[in-house]
């Protein structure tokens, strides 16, 4: 029988700030794909179950553009106009106009090119974390640890001078944090558009040695060039530094996995994966569907909108055993928290760089790393954020 999900869930459990709210992983064991009528009145579909999500990422028949998408989860908006995406914001195209922007920025993004900035992202790491132990205990790891390193990381590629952090920083957290409301949305946008126009007016004037300028290098208008930059830097700040916060909070409420990765530094690889599978911070995206399209028995009818979980289907127990389970020792990888098919994550060699060195070098460096105050009051995010994550993530040691 056909499931329905009436309205997408709001909150997690409590206790439970790493699961997927009941609602979806309930959703999941009636089957992979459910009914989900819009506020709007429009009737889509809730896709949780791993195999399926995936599927839909790699069929062409599934769009990204963001004028199809004109139903939100959560709002009626009734009947509204959607813009498409402003020029070079890639994530939200389809092909060709996808492949033209992200194109020349593949070869900034190999395994190699970013294995080669490991040194850089030690060094920014150790540099926060040698503060944070001057500064003696507590510390809030989200503003010593979890944000500063991704955003230095992220600025030095794109060259944008770090000192300008605050003129995007606290904008990218109102777009993606799910609290702001449509005023503060609107001006976070326009004081983010002014300053990256200023940014490409520099980087066309003064060509540096970074991906900006780089790309000043090409036909690419001015226009075109702002929405590159904004993608860039709100995907490679906002979802690495979740990961960090929202991961240092999951390995502390699981002391026997620190323990272990401590005693087994070979383990780093797999358990970066893991950590990525378990916590998917990027858990939601929606795609439209361009011609009726046949999926796990059901039709999904031209221009109907499909919402995937990619972190239901990241604990899908048909693909992972146990998946509710932190493990770091687990061995399948294959998770779905970098996306699949022609937008899955341009960065994520670079996200993993980042947390392969700093998650090892903050347990290394503070053996005795806990939580300064009970889980319970640990401040998450809500479950509207585009990105999950917490708020602050106060922790203490043994100075
Ligand atoms: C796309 C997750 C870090 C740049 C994506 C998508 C996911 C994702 C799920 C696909 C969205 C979709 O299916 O529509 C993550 C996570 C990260 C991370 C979990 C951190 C752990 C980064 C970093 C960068 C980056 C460091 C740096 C540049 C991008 C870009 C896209 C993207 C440009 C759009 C790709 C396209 O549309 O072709 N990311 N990301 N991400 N990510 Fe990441």
Not at 47 to 67: M, Q, W
Request: hydrophobic share 40%; charged share 25%.
């Amino acid at each position: 029988s056909l499931h329905t999900v009436t309205t997408l869930p709001t909150a997690r459990q409590p206790g439970c700030p790493f699961d997927p709210p009941k609602e979806l992983i309930q959703a999941r064991e009636h089957g992979p794909i459910s009914r989900f009528p819009f506020p709007d009145g429009h009737q889509g579909w809730l896709i949780t179950g791993y195999d399926l999500v995936r599927s839909v990422l790699a069929d062409p028949r599934f769009s990204s553009r963001r004028e199809l998408m004109r139903h939100h989860p959560l709002v009626d908006y009734g009947d509204i106009e959607v813009p498409p995406a402003p020029p070079g914001e890639f994530l939200l195209m389809d092909e060709p106009q996808h492949g033209r922007y992200r194109r020349p920025l593949v070869g900034r993004f190999t395994v190699r090119r970013m294995r080669q900035l490991t040194e850089r992202v030690e060094r920014i790491t150790a540099d926060h974390l040698d503060a944070m132990e001057k500064a003696g205990p507590p510390a809030d790891l989200v503003t010593a640890f979890a944000r500063p390193i991704p955003s230095i990381v992220i600025c030095e590629l794109l060259g944008v001078p770090y000192e300008d952090r605050g003129r995007f920083q606290d904008q990218i957290d109102k777009f993606l944090g799910g609290e702001a409301g449509d005023e503060e949305l609107i001006a976070a946008y326009t004081a983010t558009q002014r300053y990256l126009a200023e940014l490409v007016a520099a980087k066309r004037a003064n060509p540096t040695d970074d991906v900006l300028s780089d790309l000043t290098d090409s036909d690419l208008t001015d226009e075109e060039l702002r929405g590159m930059a904004l993608i860039l830097l709100s995907a490679g700040f906002d979802t690495t530094a979740n990961m960090l916060a929202l991961g240092a909070f999951a390995l502390l409420s699981h002391p026997a996995q620190p323990a272990a990765w401590r005693a087994d530094p070979a383990l780093t690889d797999r358990a970066v994966e893991e950590l990525l599978r378990y916590l998917s911070v990027a858990k939601t995206f929606m795609r439209t569907a361009l011609e009726d399209v046949e999926l796990g028995g059901r039709t999904i009818e031209a221009g109907t909108t499909v919402i995937l979980s990619y972190n239901t289907a990241n604990r899908d127990p048909e693909r992972f055993a146990d998946p509710h389970v932190l493990d770091l020792r687990r061995e399948n990888g294959g998770h779905l928290a970098f996306g699949h098919g022609i937008h899955q994550c341009l960065g994520q060699q670079l996200a993993r760089v980042e947390m392969r060195v700093a998650f090892p070098a903050l347990l290394d460096r503070f053996p005795t790393l806990r939580l300064a105050v009970p889980a319970e009051e640990v401040g998450l995010r809500p479950e509207t954020a585009d990105i999950f994550g917490v708020k602050s993530l106060p922790v203490t040691w043994d100075a």
